[in-house]
C-alpha cells in the first residue's frame, strides 16, 4: 500500500490536519530560507539606496540647470571672444601700430618719433610700449587722442607731455608734444590660476 492510498481513507479531519501541517512546512520552509534572506538583505540595502536617491536627487537639481550654465559658458566664450579682440596677437601687431599712426596722419599730425620698446610680459598678455612724438595743433593732438580711443583694441595713453605753442611757418599755433602709447597683445599658450 502506498502513503496516498492511506491518507484517502483516512477521515476528513485528518485529511484537513495533514494539509495543514504540509502547508505550515512550505511556508516555513519559504518563511526561513527565501523570504527572511530577502528581507535582510534589503535591509541592509536601504541605507545605500537612501544614499544613493540622494545623489540622484542633487544630481538632477544640477542637470536642471544646465540650461543656466550653457547659457553662462556661452557668454563667457563671447566675453572672451570680445576680449581676444582687444589683445591682438603678435601678428596684428604691426597693423595695429600702422593704423595708429595713420589715425595721427589722418588728425594733421606730423609724427617726429614713433619708436616701439620691447615687449613687457605680463600674466596672459604682453605690453607693447610705443613712444611717439608729434608736432601739430592742440585740436589736431586732442582730435588723435579722441579716435585711438575708439579704436576696438585697447590701447592706452601714458606720460603726455605737451610743449609751449608755437607759430609755425603755415600760421598756425603747433605744439610738441611727446607721449607713450601702451597697446596689448595676448600671449598663447600661458595659462592663468
Known sequence: MNVIDTLMRQKSIIKVLILIVLLGIIIAF????????????????????????????????????RPKYEAELEQTRHELVLALKQLPDKSEIPTLLETISALGKSSGLDFLLFRP??????????????????????????????????????????????????KGSDRRTNTMTSCMATTYKFIEGVTTR
Open 117 to 166: 620698446r620691447s615687449e613687457v610680459p605680463k600674466n596672459f598678455y604682453a605690453e607693447i610700449p610705443v613712444d611717439i612724438k608729434v608736432q601739430g595743433s592742440y585740436r589736431d593732438i586732442v582730435n588723435f587722442f579722441d579716435k585711438v580711443s575708439k579704436m576696438p583694441r585697447i590701447v592706452n595713453m601714458f606720460d603726455i607731455t605737451m610743449g609751449s605753442p608755437q
Open 30 to 65: 519559504y518563511w526561513q530560507f527565501l523570504y527572511r534572506p530577502v528581507i535582510a538583505e534589503v535591509k541592509t540595502l536601504e541605507p545605500e539606496l537612501a544614499t544613493l536617491r540622494a545623489e540622484l536627487s542633487a544630481k538632477q537639481a544640477i542637470v536642471s540647470e
